[in-house]
């Protein structure tokens, strides 16, 4: 297979099967193949009209649904180039990444959104808008002709180019991962290979089509076997999509889980009795689902399941067959809680410049405190400073335009610098950290800060939190919190700190009760921590704090 869009092509032979399904306020609605086919013909049909040609850049920035997927196979059939875009994202971010790929095209999901990029004052190219305002004369509807040729699938190189995947950007500007149609092909064989997807399996899609462990996971993967795809309406909406469209499988992050559990332990909250028989069915769960638990476990495991877990399990639809988490990491008191009440949570591990799954864990061998194996074709060892090195097929070819970049991160020996630190035991990768966020104490200390403010984010009080440290004497804590006391939180935190080594407490807290978020630049879009910015914000109150105490 040379094209992605052999993945489509395929189902043509049926074209009443339905592949997706999405919601226009309380109504549902399916999509046939032929339905699907009809609007990439009407799509390709528009490309040639605007002259795009093989290696073209083509920008998207649209909401997850059926556009999304037919713009996506048209420009991929005739060869060019996808570049996804956050709606989410800043409008400054967005418009910079579509400059720097030169884009010929660029197509939004409204014209409050294009009128936000034109502001930038950046170089950008046409805009079609998919919903546009009354008087916008760039509505999407106006490119697209009435009626079009079948779909065309171009027979493409090995090492075509066919997307531009912008990474986060957590420390600078985002660098362009240049993924070839090879690449994702190999991952999407792999991820077959591990049994992570069915023909008989429906995807509930909740995260943007422009992070690739959804493009990959929750668009080629079902679409290469068959399996159909509803499209969830909003996060706003999503309780209750779980529960009216019943999927059985979710391609996740760990804080759609973690919201989910916070519900559950503020109804839980107002009953003693309630809360120690779901405390009890989590952690009689999780020691039969790791082969821990004694007979007395396996004895009562049912009776508690139906008690409390089915209830529980009902809210996300009542017949997930497994979720996959990825795109951050996974608390593992989360992991243990919705594996111990009944639902296989499969913590996997990836970066868009391997297309970008690298392992994760199986149905039948989880071990939620790992990231599972690597996937089948995929090597994997730890290089210099603890750094997971991966290789493979679904390597990326570079990143777009950035030598420099590209030679620091991919060696001569092909292999894919991830930038954390792991280790590797019985074939299993559990990740330590990010290798630039580990902080060096001035007293020589070594500490990668995830755990313990996965640790801290326990304790209600806090709503985010950063942990600084960094060529200091001793730790303090960045909080985003609505309690004002310093030393009430310090002693918070100090008291979730306790299985840590002793060394490891914080002295000072600077709290905010201002969340850190996409629209103040704190976040990326996906979600990730931007910490030399979060640094900056605090820089004069932590330079004060340090100086206090010298001086002291």
Request: hydrophobic share 40%; glycine share 8%; proline share 5%.
């Given at each position: 297979?040379?094209?992605?869009?052999?993945?489509?092509?395929?189902?043509?032979?049926?074209?009443?099967?339905?592949?997706?399904?999405?919601?226009?306020?309380?109504?549902?609605?399916?999509?046939?193949?032929a339905?699907?086919?009809?609007?990439?013909?009407?799509?390709?049909?528009?490309?040639?009209?605007?002259?795009?040609?093989?290696?073209?850049?083509?920008?998207?920035?649209?909401?997850?649904?059926?556009?999304?997927?037919?713009?996506?196979?048209?420009?991929?059939?005739?060869?060019?180039?996808?570049?996804?875009?956050?709606?989410?994202?800043?409008?400054?971010?967005?418009?910079?990444?579509?400059?720097?790929?030169?884009?010929?095209?660029?197509?939004?999901?409204?014209?409050?959104?294009?009128n936000a990029?034109?502001?930038?004052?950046?170089?950008?190219?046409?805009?079609?808008?998919?919903?546009?305002d009354?008087?916008?004369?760039?509505?999407?509807?106006?490119?697209?002709?009435?009626?079009?040729?079948?779909?065309?699938?171009?027979?493409?190189?090995?090492?075509?180019?066919?997307?531009?995947?912008?990474?986060?950007?957590?420390?600078?500007?985002?660098?362009g991962?240049?993924?070839?149609?090879?690449?994702?092909?190999?991952?999407?064989t792999?991820?077959?290979?591990?049994?992570?997807?069915?023909?008989?399996?429906?995807?509930?899609?909740?995260?943007?089509?422009?992070?690739?462990?959804?493009?990959?996971?929750?668009?080629?993967?079902?679409?290469?076997?068959?399996?159909r795809?509803?499209?969830?309406?909003?996060?706003?909406?999503l309780?209750?999509?779980?529960?009216?469209?019943?999927?059985?499988?979710?391609?996740?992050?760990?804080?759609i889980?973690?919201?989910?559990?916070?519900?559950?332990?503020e109804?839980?909250?107002?009953?003693?009795?309630?809360?120690?028989?779901?405390?009890?069915?989590?952690?009689?769960?999780?020691?039969?689902?790791?082969?821990?638990?004694?007979?007395l476990?396996?004895?009562?495991?049912?009776?508690?399941?139906?008690?409390?877990?089915?209830?529980?399990?009902?809210?996300?639809?009542?017949?997930?067959?497994?979720?996959?988490?990825?795109?951050?990491?996974?608390?593992?008191?989360?992991?243990?809680?919705?594996?111990?009440?009944?639902?296989?949570?499969?913590?996997?591990?990836?970066?868009?410049?391997?297309?970008?799954?690298?392992?994760?864990?199986?149905?039948?061998?989880?071990?939620?405190?790992?990231?599972?194996?690597?996937?089948?074709?995929?090597?994997?060892?730890i290089?210099?400073?603890?750094?997971?090195?991966?290789?493979?097929?679904?390597?990326?070819?570079?990143?777009?335009?950035?030598?420099?970049?590209?030679?620091?991160?991919?060696?001569?020996?092909?292999?894919?610098h991830?930038?954390?630190?792991?280790?590797?035991?019985?074939?299993?990768?559990?990740?330590?950290?990010?290798?630039?966020?580990?902080?060096?104490?001035?007293n020589?200390?070594?500490?990668?800060?995830?755990?313990?403010?996965?640790?801290?984010?326990?304790?209600?009080?806090?709503?985010?939190?950063?942990?600084?440290?960094?060529?200091?004497?001793?730790?303090?804590?960045?909080?985003?919190?609505?309690?004002?006391?310093?030393?009430?939180?310090?002693?918070?935190?100090n008291?979730?700190?306790?299985?840590?080594?002793?060394?490891?407490?914080?002295?000072?807290?600077?709290?905010?009760?201002?969340?850190?978020?996409?629209?103040?630049?704190?976040?990326?879009?996906?979600?990730?921590?931007?910490?030399?910015?979060?640094?900056?914000?605090?820089?004069?109150?932590?330079?004060?704090?340090?100086?206090?105490?010298?001086?002291?």
């Amino acid at each position: 297979m040379a094209n992605i869009g052999e993945y489509f092509r395929q189902h043509l032979a049926t074209p009443e099967k339905m592949l997706y399904r999405y919601g226009e306020g309380d109504t549902w609605r399916d999509v046939t193949v032929a339905e699907v086919a009809v609007l990439v013909g009407r799509w390709q049909a528009a490309l040639r009209t605007l002259g795009l040609g093989t290696g073209d850049r083509v920008a998207v920035c649209l909401r997850n649904g059926v556009n999304w997927v037919a713009l996506d196979l048209a420009a991929l059939g005739l060869g060019l180039v996808v570049v996804p875009l956050y709606v989410e994202d800043n409008p400054d971010n967005a418009a910079w990444c579509v400059d720097n790929a030169e884009a010929k095209l660029l197509v939004v999901e409204n014209t409050r959104m294009a009128n936000a990029l034109r502001a930038t004052g950046r170089s950008l190219p046409p805009i079609y808008v998919l919903r546009p305002d009354s008087g916008d004369s760039t509505s999407v509807a106006k490119l697209l002709p009435e009626n079009a040729s079948p779909p065309e699938f171009r027979n493409l190189g090995a090492r075509a180019l066919a997307t531009i995947c912008y990474t986060s950007g957590t420390s600078g500007r985002p660098k362009g991962v240049m993924l070839s149609h090879d690449n994702i092909i190999a991952n999407v064989t792999s991820c077959q290979r591990c049994g992570m997807a069915r023909p008989t399996d429906l995807f509930l899609s909740i995260l943007p089509l422009s992070h690739m462990f959804e493009r990959t996971g929750g668009y080629y993967l079902p679409l290469s076997i068959g399996a159909r795809v509803v499209y969830a309406r909003s996060v706003a909406q999503l309780a209750d999509d779980l529960a009216s469209q019943r999927p059985t499988v979710m391609f996740a992050v760990p804080r759609i889980f973690e919201k989910f559990k916070a519900r559950i332990d503020e109804t839980l909250s107002a009953s003693t009795f309630k809360r120690g028989l779901f405390e009890q069915c989590a952690a009689r769960g999780w020691r039969v689902e790791s082969r821990r638990g004694g007979m007395l476990d396996a004895m009562l495991l049912p009776a508690l399941r139906a008690l409390v877990a089915k209830q529980i399990l009902a809210r996300l639809g009542g017949r997930l067959r497994l979720t996959v988490v990825g795109g951050a990491a996974l608390d593992p008191d989360i992991a243990h809680t919705f594996i111990g009440l009944g639902l296989p949570m499969l913590q996997g591990y990836g970066m868009t410049e391997a297309s970008p799954v690298i392992s994760v864990n199986r149905d039948d061998d989880n071990d939620p405190d790992s990231v599972g194996e690597a996937l089948p074709g995929v090597e994997v060892r730890i290089g210099e400073g603890g750094e997971l090195l991966a290789r493979g097929d679904n390597v990326m070819l570079g990143y777009w335009r950035n030598e420099e970049a590209t030679r620091a991160s991919i060696d001569p020996d092909s292999w894919l610098h991830t930038g954390d630190i792991a280790e590797i035991r019985d074939k299993r990768i559990y990740i330590r950290g990010r290798m630039k966020d580990i902080l060096v104490m001035s007293n020589g200390e070594k500490l990668p800060p995830q755990d313990v403010e996965f640790a801290l984010l326990h304790d209600p009080v806090f709503e985010q939190v950063m942990l600084v440290g960094e060529g200091r004497p001793f730790l303090t804590l960045l909080a985003v919190t609505q309690e004002g006391n310093e030393q009430t939180l310090v002693a918070h935190a100090n008291d979730r700190l306790k299985g840590f080594p002793r060394w490891v407490r914080i002295r000072r807290c600077i709290a905010t009760r201002d969340p850190w978020s996409i629209e103040n630049g704190l976040l990326t879009p996906t979600l990730k921590l931007k910490r030399p910015l979060v640094l900056a914000k605090f820089k004069d109150e932590l330079d004060a704090v340090y100086a206090a105490d010298a001086k002291g």
